[in-house]
Nanobody, 123 residues
Framework: VQLQASGGGLVQVGNSLRLSCAAS????????MGWFRRGPGKEREFVAG???????HYAADLENRYTISRDNAENTLYLQMNSLNPEDTAVYYCAASGYIQYEPRASDTYDYWGQGTQVTVSS
């Protein structure tokens, strides 16, 4: 199984980015998918999750700026990030969970992780 995250980069405050996560080696449509991030000197934290049933979950402070989506035909997960600020600077990771009782915020319930993509927001 491979999860390949991409789309990160250096952006100015207020700009947007769309991250992608290309999945291979698994039946993508049968997996719940999530995004996590680890900022400088911080613990890894939940960003957003999207269940196989189409229900989206967000960290409370990100819901108004971030949108998670998936294209099962393309085996790809997305994260649209708007109005970026320096606190969004982090390595962003995608992950896949095969748990029937999906717990999007529980990182230990994810079976597979991508390598991460760096997002840096400059003021």
């Amino acid at each position: 199984v491979q999860l390949q995250a991409s789309g990160g980069g250096l952006v100015q405050v207020g700009n947007s980015l769309r991250l992608s996560c290309a999945a291979s080696g698994l039946t993508f449509s049968k997996y719940n998918m999530g995004w996590f991030r680890r900022g400088p000197g911080k613990e890894r934290e939940f960003v957003a999750g999207l269940g196989v049933n189409g229900r989206a979950h967000y960290a409370a402070d990100l819901e108004n700026r971030y949108t998670i989506s998936r294209d099962n035909a393309e085996n790809t997960l997305y994260l649209q990030m708007n109005s970026l600020n320096p606190e969004d600077t982090a390595v962003y990771y995608c992950a896949a969970s095969g748990y029937i009782q999906y717990e999007p915020r529980a990182s230990d319930t994810y079976d597979y992780w991508g390598q991460g993509t760096q997002v840096t927001v400059s003021s």
